[in-house]
């Protein structure tokens, strides 16, 4: 889905379409940045990014991608965004230790493609 031509490979906003991006109006408009943010355009749940998905956001260089993803991909990248965006919160809030704890056996990702906290390389 190439995230990362404008949101950047660790979701900052900083992908090498950013800076040429335009709104309806042909004003700049700067891709979204996962690892600062915690409101969207649109609302500030995951159902509302799921929203964004989906159908886009008009007035925006943000396309539909409902032709592209099946819905219950959507629902795994609206997770995977908030997971980065914890590991963002727990980096920020300088919580001792969190990173190197080890997850508990009954949330530990299981098979191959599964992404972890702190994994926010859009290019996977």
């Known amino acids: 889905m190439e995230c990362w ?3 950047g490979p ?3 906003g900083d992908g090498p379409s950013a ?3 335009t709104d309806n109006k042909d004003d700049p408009i700067r891709p ?4 600062t943010g915690s409101r ?5 749940t995951n159902r509302d990014l799921y929203k ?6 008009d007035g925006t260089p943000m396309p539909s991608f409902a032709d592209d993803i099946k819905p219950a991909d959507a629902w795994d990248l609206v997770h995977f965004l908030r997971t980065a965006a914890a ?3 727990a980096r920020s809030s300088d919580v001792e230790g969190l990173a190197s704890r080890p997850m508990p056996a009954s949330s530990s990702p299981s098979g191959p493609g599964k ?5 926010t390389n859009l290019h996977q």
Do not use: E, N
């Open 5 to 7: 031509k404008c949101h």
């Open 10 to 12: 660790r979701a900052h």
């Open 19 to 21: 800076k040429t991006l």
């Open 32 to 35: 979204y940045d996962f690892s």
């Open 40 to 44: 969207f355009m649109c609302g500030v």
């Open 52 to 57: 964004i998905f989906m159908t886009g956001l």
């Open 87 to 89: 590991a963002r919160h």
């Open 115 to 119: 992404r972890t906290v702190g994994d």
